[in-house]
Nanobody, 113 residues
């Protein structure tokens, strides 16, 4: 089992920034791909950004390219999402993902116009 704990969500005005953090613990002997997804009511969870186990490869949703940056900590069990130039449409619950198998509890991000 892998446990994921997210932090860093909140309320911010459009154009502002937030930084999300997620730390994995438990059975993480093999470092795995990590990422962030977001969900809004009545819609499916969608990919925001993912990063490879070594941190050398990333992928972003088109809607966040150039504004969001995903990175891993030195210990590789932590992932960050730096979100700049936030827009109201970025509002949602952001979930951390480990290996496409484990999910965090989610952290709310609300961007006001």
């Amino acid at each position: 089992q892998v446990q994921l704990v997210e932090s860093g969500g909140g309320l911010v005005q459009a154009g502002g920034s937030l930084r999300l953090s997620c730390t994995a613990s438990g059975s993480i002997s093999n470092i795995n791909i990590m990422g962030w997804y977001r969900q809004v009511p009545a819609k499916q969870r969608e990919l925001v950004a993912i990063i490879s186990s070594g941190g050398g490869s990333t992928n972003y949703a088109d809607s966040v390219k150039g504004r969001f940056t995903i990175s891993r900590g030195n210990a590789k069990n932590t992932v960050y999402l730096q979100m700049n130039s936030l827009k109201p449409e970025d509002t949602g619950v952001y979930y951390c993902m480990w290996g496409y198998m484990y999910w965090g509890q989610g952290t709310q991000v609300t961007v006001s116009s």
